[in-house]
Nanobody
Framework: QVQLVESGGGLVQAGDSLKLSCTAS????????MGWFRQAPGKEREFVAT????????YYTDSVKGRFTISRDNAKNTVCLQMNSLKPEDTAVYYC?????????????????WGQGTQVTVSS
């Protein structure tokens, strides 16, 4: 499995931006699609964004389309989530995950390595 460590969370105001980063170590990062998920208090963990192993395909949940951008750098074993125009409803713990497949997927069952999460809080 790959080990994942997220960073970049914090407390911001509505309309601000944050960039989350996830650094991977272990098995080959470049063979795995990567995803970002989030879990708000009292809610189930949900899909946010995913990127294929080559970076050529990305998908987003509807609520973040046009505001969030997922990217990866296979040379640096990192995947990032640029979050713009943040809203209070974006408040959650954000998790980075590595898929067992190279194809981007919103399905949580495709992911077998998870980071510890980073808190994002957006105040109104």
């Amino acid at each position: 499995q790959v080990q994942l460590v997220e960073s970049g969370g914090g407390l911001v105001q509505a309309g601000d931006s944050l960039k989350l980063s996830c650094t991977a170590s272990g098995r080959s990062f470049s063979s795995s699609a990567m995803g970002w998920f989030r879990q708000a208090p009292g809610k189930e963990r949900e899909f946010v964004a995913t990127i294929s192993r080559s970076g050529s395909s990305t998908y987003y949940t509807d609520s973040v389309k046009g505001r969030f951008t997922i990217s990866r750098d296979n040379a640096k074993n990192t995947v990032c989530l640029q979050m713009n125009s943040l809203k209070p409803e974006d408040t959650a713990v954000y998790y980075c995950a590595a898929s067992i497949y190279g194809t981007a997927s919103y399905y949580q069952g495709s992911y077998n390595s998870w980071g510890q999460g980073t808190q994002v809080t957006v105040s109104s």
